[in-house]
Every structure is written in C-alpha cells, then in structure tokens.
C-alpha cells in the first residue's frame, strides 16, 4: 500500500500528532521519495506521486535550520479541470466573511485528508467549517494563517507565496470538524499551492506586547511570531527583496515637484496660493495650526499622525521655509518608516480590520498621499542629497512590493472591490510619476496606466455610467486622478482628453442634487454602498477642471460648478481613514470660471438608471435619480427602482445612507422609496432595465422592470436600534426564514419564482419653478408574492384624510401623496437619526397589497405659504389623476396597458400623456400615446394620420396653445403630427421646426399637419 505523504507532526511539546489519508479515485499507482536537500540552512524532500493516466500529485518539504516552520510546496492534475469551489453562504443561507468552501461532490474527488489532532476549537455543531486557509486575504474571504492552540500546545497554519497558486479558489485548505475530529482538507484535483506549518507555544498566536490605539496607528505595533513567520515565508521574501534597487542615480526629465500645476515651478505656485483668498485662507489656518502645536511633545508626530496628518505639506507649499520643510520631511519620513516596520514585523499595514485586502487597500490611499508629499520634498532646497535618497528608497520599497506577485497575486484571486484594484495600481502610478529616475519608474507608471485603461473600458460604461454605487465610484476616480494628473505634470500621456473619461465625470456631475439644507452643499445621492453626506464631496472637480481649462473650457465649467456646489472640498473623498491625506493647494485654481447648469437636464444612463430634473439652475429645482439595470456594486445593496428626491430645492424623499448610522437598517429594501416582496430584500444579481423613456420640457416618461429570483428575510428593526423605528403596528417578518439581530448583510435565503415588477413614473414640469412639479408613479406586477410600497419623506409630520396624505416637510416644503388605487392596508411610522451629522429622520407611508395587485400613487410637492393647496382626485377610470388649481387645471395619464378613456372634455388614447389649461394657455402632451384633446385643442402623432387612423410611431411630443401660436417641443421617430385648435381661434398660417421654416398643411377649420424629422426638436406655428 502506498503511504500518503503526511505522517504527522512534532509539536514543540514533543508530542507526534496528525498523519493524513488520501482521497479519491483511482488511487496512486506509484511514489518516489527523495531526499533533494540536506545541508547546514535547510533539509528538503520530495515526494511524486504516480496515477493512471500519467497524473501526478508532487509534494516538496523544507525545513529550516533554527526556524519553527515546515514549508510545503504542492502540483498536482488528478483531475486536470474539474471545478469544486463554492461560495458556503449558500449552503448555510447567511453571509459570513471568509466562508470559502466545496461542494458536496468534492468529497468523492481527490484530495488530503490529514488529521489535526485534539485541538477543539469553538464552532457550531451544526456547521462544520471552522476556517478557510486563503493565500491573500480579499476583502470577504479566508485566513492568511490558522492558528490552533489548547492550553498546553500549539499549530499554525499559514497560506504563503500567493503568486505562486495555480486555480487558488480549487485548492484552499479547509479546516472543519467531522464528529469529534479536527481535520484538514487539501484538494489535490487540479493547480499548484504553497503553505506551511508553525510550531511554537500556545501563545505564538498572540501580540507580543501591548497594542496602542488603533485609529491612530492602525495594524498591530506587536505582531505574533505566528504572524512574522507568515510574512517571513509568504508575503517578502528575502529571495525576492535582496533583487529591489533602494539607491540609484536619480537623473530627471522633469524637476518635483510633478504633483503642482506647472511642475516643478513652486515659485508661480505659492504666488497664486498668495493672491487667491480660498488658496490663501486654508493655508493661513493649516500654518496656525501647525505653527501652534510646535511645543507640543513630539512635534511633528501628533495627533493622528500615522493616518491623516491634514496640512503639514500645504503649510511647507504655501511658505518655502526652511523650518516648515524640515516639519514635512520629519512627519513624511516617520509615516513611511512605521507602515515599513510594521510591513516587516508581519502585520501587513490592516488598518481597523485584519486581512491582506485591506491592509493593502489602507496603504495604498495613504501611498497616494505621502508620494505627492515626498514629491514636493524632492524638490525642496532645504533637504540633504542623504535625506532625499531615503525618502526615494522608502517610495520604492512600496512600488516594488506592490507590484511583487506574491503580495499581488496576478492569479484569479479576488482583491475586493474595485476601487481596491484602482487604489493599489493608482499608487504604484504616483510612485513611478515621483520616481522618474529610477529604472523601474516607467514600468510602475505603465502599471498606473494599464489601470486608467481598464477604468476607461471597463469600469466606466459607454454612457459614462460607473460600475460601483456613487460614494466608491468617486473613491475609485478619487484613486486614479492623482497619477492621472502627475502623469500629464509629468509630460506623460493627457488622459482628460480622453471621451471615456469626461463622460464618467459628466454622469457622476450630472447625478449631483441641489445643494442641501442641511448641510449648506451637494452631495452624490447615497446608492450603493455609500454614505449620507459629505463623503462624496472631492477636490477632483477642481482638478479636472484646472486640467481641461486650456483643451476644453466648456467641460472644465461645469467641473468647476459641481466643485463649488459641492463646498469647494480641498481634499478627495472623505469617509475613510487616510483617503483625505492628498494635497491639492498646489493644482487648483478656485478663479476658473463655473458653468450655468443648463446642460444638467433629464436623462437615462445604460448601467445606472435615469435622472429626471427640472430648472436647474434654480435654487429651487426639483431632482429625482432612480436606479435600474445597476451593476453588481449597486445591486448588493437593494436600490433598484428605490427614487431619491428633492423638490423646489428641499430634500423630500430619500434613500437612507447605507455606510451611516445603521447598516443593519439602511440596507433593507423597505427602508428605500420602492416595493419589496414578502417584506425580503432581493439578493441576487437579478436587475432590471429601462423599458420606455421621453424626456420633454413639459414632463419625463420613465419606465424600468425588475425580476428577482432570490430573497433574503432580515432580522426586523426595534426602538431600540440606533433609528429608533416607530410603526403603527409591528412589521412581522417569517420566523422561519429571518435571522437573529446583527447580521447586517444577508438573512436567511430562498430562491422564488420569477417576481416581476414594473415601475412608471411620469414627472410633470412647469416652466416656473414654483410652479406644479408633480410625479405619478404607477407599480404593476407579475408576480406570486404580495407587496409592500414604501415612501419616505423627511418630514415633522404625516397625516391621511380618505384616501390622501400629506407630509409635513421639514425645510417647507410638503408633500400631498394621492392614493389613486386603495390599497389593502396603510402603515405609517419613523426611522432614522436626527443629529447634526445626518439630519436623516424620516417619516414613513407604506402601503400593502396581496399578490399581483398594483399601486398607483401622485406626489405633489409644494413650497408652503407660497403655493395653493391643490385638490387631488382619481380620474379618467383610474387610469389618471385630476389635479385642481385656483387658476389651473391638470390631468395626467400613466397607465399599464394603452387605453382609450374620456372624461368630461378630456380625451386620450395610449399609455403616457398630460392635459393641462391654464388661464391664458393650454397644453398636451403624448409620452407614449397617439392622441390626446381638451375640449376642441387635438393632438395626434404617428408615421401617418389619416382622418385620426394612426400608424404608431416612437416618440414623446407636447404642444402648447396661446392666443395667437403654438409651441412644441418633440423627440424621437419621423413622423407626422396633427393638431386642431378651435375653431374660433386666429389661423396660424407658418410653421418652423428648429427655427427653420417647414411645410404647413391646413385642412378643415384650424387642423395642421406636417412632417417632423427624427430627433428632438422645437417648433411653432403662428
């Protein structure tokens, strides 16, 4: 019989423990065992395992000389392509980070089972899995080591050489209970590994002193021995580091600093930091700052000095002086200098969360800093040639490492999200922008680039959508803008040229509500995984604009205006630790001219959604963003078809903000403006699409579809959570599918059939911004599970009168909601923080329905004390609604189906469409119909109108009638258009489309026809 390859293990009590058995079928059929090493440093021994088929299973072993380590190094192709991984979520129906796994068949398949002896760790009975040995710790996945330890004995497991795994996700090493026994599981189907085992005593695992805080120095100043042999033998290998060119000839093309606009010139940068009273203000109060913490104890190195020392190179940029210089390089040179012994001594820089994805991901933003400011210092005449070579060799230490294989793995191992990929590649930009002469420097930018190019492809959509929810995409643009614009200082490649990347800054632009009143400025609507407030604010906007001002004025313009109406922020995004330790003072000049929103107008984004707006260059604009058909960095967090809205520049109707005071609530799909299913949040990458779309000066037609196939039940909110839910009666989840409290993520799952949902909403607009603004919004399903429609609104109250609410706005506006179709049952309540850092208290109106029953519902926004009160009606056989005004009278169309309804002297035909008199004025408009009349004033479209016999054509068209012309705006098909107005009424005799006269036919007693091209366009008859 041929023996397997571990026979057991000496513990450092001396006792022998484990042996192994292997797995699978057909068996080995041969073994050779050699002995390839044996020498003073280290004994080495392979084992080569024959099976049928000429497949083989190699396992090498080396120990170490004075070293508590034995190194495996494992190939095998037993079953060369077959797939097991799974992700274990989905066998025990619950998110848990690192829950890496195989499925059942794995078990027939080959592998090592080896035992692990007594240890007994602490697990669930019911659920076996105790650890997934992962050779690079990504932001939801496995252990860099396993450490196992009873009261008297020890083991450590440890994944080392990343970069050298082949089909890493096939071959993690699992740790799991069967019965009484500890085992471990090594799959040897198809790929190559790398791991070790650590001896030691039961504390090997543990800090070796005492720890300081961790928000000011983040990872562990005391790392394990468990943790150092790791780093040791995985992470920095001593074979790889020894190659690394720390000192070199630093010969430039281009003087630092490269990270100041002009380059190198510091002279006409402080001038302009001097002259501009923004520039000038923030560096008279850094210089304050700092200038008056100079007898503070350890000077520089105070407060949080590790993470964000704000200022420092901002008071060195705005002053020049010797002693300011000599601040920076102290600080600069000590944040290296930690996060390098910490990198050494095996903590792996994680910040507040263990893992190598993180700790990756915190170095990285701040490399992004320190390299501009160790940029500014190379440029300095108050450093030595001595001290300059040491700030060179720590930057290059970093971009050697960052770009090492076994610390980026370029296997399928997953790094994160993708803002983690930018930010590490946007570092090893910026480091090869600063270290021009060194002779890796153009490779570290090509990093950099290749990077950029993928963002450009890959991240941002053709429409300019992005790939994650709006706080990361702006992380993610925030992580490759600083080596894009060292990159051009630097006489590189001028990326804000490039379309694909002003069109992911004119989406990101164009989501930006009005200016809050809370907060005194804009902020991103909070979708995805983002924060309420004042994380999406950046200085990227200046940037951008100070790099296009010369190439293209009109887009540096509107840059500038979202920088001012975002609070003119001088650092990028905040929210985590050390994003916001990056200089800008010298790049941006806050005397670029803003552009006048009025390119901001409604539109639809492919992989985002749509936004629909009205005056926006209005204080009192009125803003709604609705995702549908968003990409999985949206989708995690239920936000399709969940609308985020302000009127007449009041924020009404919001989405909570996940990243805020409440994960565990802010993620619920009720807790947004939409419909959840069987109170469960979806939690596939189910999506939707937008079906229909017009966008008209007198109203938006917007239409997306949702399907999910998978739900997940969550633990309810209490009184006593931290938003403090209040409901008018208790919100009963299935017991049977619902999880206990603090699983924030995921509850309990199930696949359902196909629930089909499709939301309509029709926004009427008015040519005075105080005027009507309203929004109906239709939902209609195919579905087997009953619903519930949720709005919520920030307001100080919420009162219903039959079938009409009306909330009470807390920045004066109110909001009157019609409930055109009764539904079965009202709940009303209140969640969310009223503190000065969110202001996010809102009040909640739920409606419920039973299965495939719709919703139908009017928003009426209106500015208290300077708006009439409308009355609110179900008109037109439920197909629409009447809204009554002292001096103005509305009735709005959303149906499910094309219809044909008449009321009093309101007729239409279609879906979609608007009738509205005003004392001097009438309009109609046809979203998506063929006709639409008020009284004797007609409207008909198609691509041919015969005696009202239409052919349908696609496309949105309104015309509005005064005494002596019609005006009329349109887009979409060629097609011909028919309208009548009273008899009674002057002939209009000309007709011009885009102010260019056209062909006018007049037939009967005031009816005209003509041909409207394709396109959007503006006519009139007079």
Same mark, same amino acid.
């Given at each position: 019989?041929i023996?397997?390859?571990y026979q057991?293990?000496k513990?450092?009590t001396?006792?022998w ?24 440093l280290?004994?080495?021994?392979r084992?080569t395992?024959?099976?049928?088929d000429?497949?083989?299973y190699s ?7 004075g070293?508590?380590v ?8 037993t079953?060369k392509g077959k797939s +097991?991984?799974r $992700?274990?979520?989905y066998d025990f129906?619950r998110f848990?980070?690192?829950?890496f796994? #195989? ?5 027939n398949s ?12 602490e697990i669930e009975r019911?659920?076996p899995?105790y ?7 990504s932001?939801?996945?496995?252990m860099?080591?396993i450490p196992?330890?009873?009261?008297t ?7 080392l050489r990343?970069?050298?795994?082949t089909?890493p996700?096939e071959?993690?090493?699992l ?11 090594l799959p040897?189907?198809d790929?190559r590994?790398?791991w070790?085992?650590h001896?030691g005593?039961p ?5 070796t002193?005492e720890?300081?805080p961790?928000r ?10 468990l ?11 001593l074979?790889?580091?020894k190659e690394?060119m ?12 490269v990270?100041?606009n002009p380059?190198g010139?510091l ?7 001097a002259?501009d ?5 923030r ?6 700052f700092w200038?008056?913490?100079r ?16 200022g420092?190179?901002d008071?060195y940029?705005a002053?020049?002086?010797a002693?300011?210089? !000599?601040?920076?390089?102290?600080l ?6 930690y996060y390098t ?10 910040g507040?969360?263990n893992?190598h ?5 915190h170095l ?6 320190v ?14 040639a001595d001290?300059k070579?040491?700030l060179r060799?720590q930057l290059?230490?970093y971009?050697?490492l960052f770009?090492d294989?076994? #610390?980026w793995?370029p296997n ?6 993708y803002?983690?990929?930018?930010s590490r590649?946007?570092?090893?930009g910026?480091l090869?922008?600063v270290?021009v002469?060194?002779?890796?420097a ?6 950099g680039a290749e ?5 450009l492809n890959?991240?941002?959509y053709?429409?300019g ?8 995409s702006?992380?993610?643009l925030?992580?490759?803008?600083p080596f ?10 001028d990326?804000?040229t490039?379309?694909?990347l002003?069109k ?9 509500p009005?200016t ?7 902020y991103?609507? =909070?979708?995805?995984?983002?924060h309420?407030?004042n ?8 940037v ?5 001002a ?5 887009f ?10 975002q609070g003119?922020?001088? $650092? ?16 941006? $000049?806050?005397?670029? =001219?803003?552009?006048t929103?009025t390119?901001?107008v409604?539109?639809?984004w492919?992989?985002f959604g ?6 926006p260059?209005?204080?009192l604009?009125t ?6 058909g968003v990409?999985?960095g949206f989708?995690a967090y ?15 109707c919001l ?9 565990i609530?802010?993620?619920q799909?009720w807790?947004?403006n939409?419909i959840?299913?069987d109170? !469960?949040?979806?939690?596939t990458n ?6 229909a779309?017009?966008s008209l000066?007198?109203?938006d ?18 009184e006593?959570?931290p ?10 989840v299935?017991t049977k599918?619902?999880v206990g409290?603090?699983n924030?993520?995921?509850?309990d799952q199930?696949?359902v059939p196909p629930?089909?949902w499709?939301?309509?909403l029709?926004?009427?607009?008015d040519t005075d911004?105080?005027?009507?603004h +309203?929004l109906l919004?239709?939902d209609s ?6 619903t519930d ?5 920030l307001?100080?109250d ?5 079938d009409?609410?009306?909330?009470t ?5 109110d909001?009157d ?5 009764a ?8 969640w969310g923080?009223d ?14 329905q039973?299965?495939?029953n ?8 209106r500015?208290r004390?300077?708006? =009439? ?6 008109a037109?056989?439920g197909?629409?609604?009447?809204v009554?005004?002292p ?11 094309p219809?044909t309804v ?18 001097e004025?009438?309009?109609?408009a046809?979203l998506?119909?063929d ?8 409207l008909?479209?198609g691509r041919?109108v ?5 052919v ?5 068209i ?11 705006d ?15 009424a002057r002939?209009?005799t ?7 006269p056209?062909p006018l036919?007049?037939t009967?007693v005031?009816t005209?026809?003509?041909q409207l091209?394709a396109?959007?366009h ?5």
């Amino acid at each position: 019989m041929i023996p397997a390859p571990y026979q057991g293990f000496k513990l450092a009590t001396g006792r022998w423990v484990g042996g192994s058995q292997m797995m699978g079928n057909p068996a080995p059929v041969g073994l050779i065992a050699e002995v390839i090493a044996r020498g003073p440093l280290f004994a080495e021994a392979r084992l080569t395992y024959a099976y049928p088929d000429e497949r083989t299973y190699s396992l090498t072993c080396r120990i170490i000389a004075g070293e508590a380590v034995a190194l495996f190094s494992e190939s095998f192709n037993t079953e060369k392509g077959k797939s +097991y991984h799974r $992700n274990l979520n989905y066998d025990f129906k619950r998110f848990v980070q690192g829950r890496f796994g #195989y499925a059942d068949t794995f078990e027939n398949s080959h592998w090592v089972r080896m035992s692990l002896g007594d240890f007994q760790p602490e697990i669930e009975r019911g659920d076996p899995w105790y650890g997934t040995l992962h050779p690079w710790t990504s932001w939801h996945g496995g252990m860099l080591t396993i450490p196992l330890a009873n009261t008297t004995e020890y083991l450590g497991l440890m994944a080392l050489r990343a970069g050298h795994w082949t089909r890493p996700l096939e071959n993690l090493p699992l740790v799991k209970l069967h019965g009484d026994e500890l085992l471990l599981q090594l799959p040897i189907n198809d790929g190559r590994r790398e791991w070790g085992m650590h001896f030691g005593a039961p504390d090997a695992a543990k800090p070796t002193g005492e720890e300081r805080p961790s928000r000011a120095f983040p990872g562990l100043d005391h790392p394990s021995a468990l943790q150092q042999a790791h780093t040791k033998y995985g992470d920095i290998s001593l074979e790889v580091v020894k190659e690394w060119m720390l000192a070199w000839s630093d010969v430039r093309p281009t003087p630092n600093p490269v990270s100041i606009n002009p380059p190198g010139n510091l002279a006409e940068v402080r001038q302009r930091i001097a002259d501009d009273p923004l520039l000038a203000q923030r560096a008279k109060e850094h210089t304050a700052f700092w200038d008056g913490q100079r007898a503070t104890k350890g000077f520089p190195l105070i407060g949080n000095w590790v993470m964000t020392p704000e200022g420092a190179e901002d008071v060195y940029l705005a002053s020049g002086t010797a002693q300011h210089a !000599r601040d920076l390089f102290t600080l600069t040179l000590a944040r290296l200098r930690y996060y390098t012994e910490q990198t050494l001594g095996g903590v792996g820089f994680t910040g507040y969360r263990n893992g190598h994805s993180y700790g990756m991901f915190h170095l990285a933003h701040f490399l992004i800093g320190v390299a501009r400011q160790a940029d500014l210092l190379l440029g300095s005449p108050h450093l030595t040639a001595d001290e300059k070579a040491a700030l060179r060799a720590q930057l290059a230490f970093y971009a050697y490492l960052f770009t090492d294989q076994d #610390y980026w793995p370029p296997n399928e191992i997953g790094k994160g999200t993708y803002n983690m990929y930018a930010s590490r590649d946007g570092a090893v930009g910026c480091l090869g922008a600063v270290l021009v002469g060194h002779p890796r420097a153009v490779a570290w930018q090509t990093v950099g680039a290749e990077r950029v190019e993928d963002v450009l492809n890959n991240f941002i959509y053709p429409s300019g959508a992005m790939l994650e929810g709006m706080h990361y995409s702006g992380v993610t643009l925030d992580f490759i803008l600083p080596f894009v614009s060292m990159l051009k200082l630097a006489g590189g490649k001028d990326y804000f040229t490039d379309e694909r990347l002003k069109k992911g800054l004119r989406w990101y632009a164009s989501c930006l509500p009005p200016t809050d009143v809370r907060f005194g400025r804009a902020y991103m609507p =909070p979708f995805g995984y983002s924060h309420p407030s004042n994380t999406s604010q950046s200085v990227r906007w200046a940037v951008a604009a100070v790099m296009t001002a010369n190439t293209d004025p009109a887009f540096s313009a509107l840059m500038m205006r979202v920088w001012r109406q975002q609070g003119m922020p001088m $650092n990028m995004v905040g929210g985590e630790a050390g994003y916001r330790s990056a200089f800008f003072l010298g790049m941006v $000049n806050p005397a670029l =001219p803003a552009a006048t929103p009025t390119d901001l107008v409604s539109a639809k984004w492919d992989g985002f959604g749509a936004v629909l707006r009205s005056h926006p260059a209005s204080p009192l604009e009125t803003f709604l963003a609705i995702p549908t058909g968003v990409p999985g960095g949206f989708r995690a967090y239920p936000n399709e078809g969940a609308f985020h809205l302000y009127a007449k520049g009041a924020p009404l109707c919001l989405r909570f903000g996940t990243r805020s005071f409440s994960v565990i609530g802010t993620m619920q799909a009720w807790m947004s403006n939409r419909i959840t299913f069987d109170r !469960r949040d979806e939690c596939t990458n189910d999506t939707g699409k937008i079906t229909a779309w017009a966008s008209l000066p007198a109203a938006d037609l917007f239409t997306g579809e949702y399907r999910f196939t998978r739900l997940a039940a969550r633990a309810p909110l209490t009184e006593k959570e931290p938003g403090r839910m209040e409901l008018s009666e208790p919100r009963v989840v299935n017991t049977k599918l619902a999880v206990g409290e603090g699983n924030g993520f995921f509850g309990d799952q199930q696949d359902v059939p196909p629930q089909l949902w499709r939301r309509q909403l029709l926004f009427a607009k008015d040519t005075d911004p105080l005027g009507p603004h +309203y929004l109906l919004v239709r939902d209609s399903f195919q579905a087997s599970l009953p619903t519930d429609w949720n709005l919520w609104c920030l307001a100080t109250d919420l009162r219903i009168n039959g079938d009409t609410a009306t909330f009470t706005g807390k920045y004066e506006v109110d909001l009157d909601v019609l409930m055109a179709d009764a539904p079965d049952k009202i709940v009303t309540g209140a969640w969310g923080p009223d503190t000065a850092q969110f202001y996010e208290r809102q009040k909640l109106l739920q409606m419920q329905q039973g299965i495939n029953n719709g919703y139908f519902a009017l928003l009426y926004p209106r500015k208290r004390d300077a708006e =009439p009160v409308p009355v609110l009606r179900r008109a037109l056989d439920g197909a629409g609604v009447a809204v009554t005004l002292p001096d103005r009278a509305d009735w709005a169309i959303l149906a499910v189906d094309p219809v044909t309804v008449k009321e009093g002297e309101v007729a239409f035909t279609g879906r979609a469409g608007l009738a509205q008199r005003g004392k001097e004025w009438m309009r109609l408009a046809l979203l998506d119909g063929d006709r639409v009349a008020l009284g004797d004033f007609a409207l008909m479209h198609g691509r041919q109108v015969v005696e009202e016999v239409r052919v349908p054509a696609a496309g949105a068209i309104s015309v509005t009638a005064r005494a002596d012309r019609l005006d009329g705006d349109a887009t979409g098909d060629s097609r011909q258009v028919v309208i009548t107005i009273s008899p009674a009424a002057r002939v209009l005799t000309t007709l011009t489309i885009d102010d260019v006269p056209a062909p006018l036919t007049v037939t009967g007693v005031n009816t005209y026809s003509f041909q409207l091209p394709a396109g959007a366009h503006r006519f009139t008859l007079k």
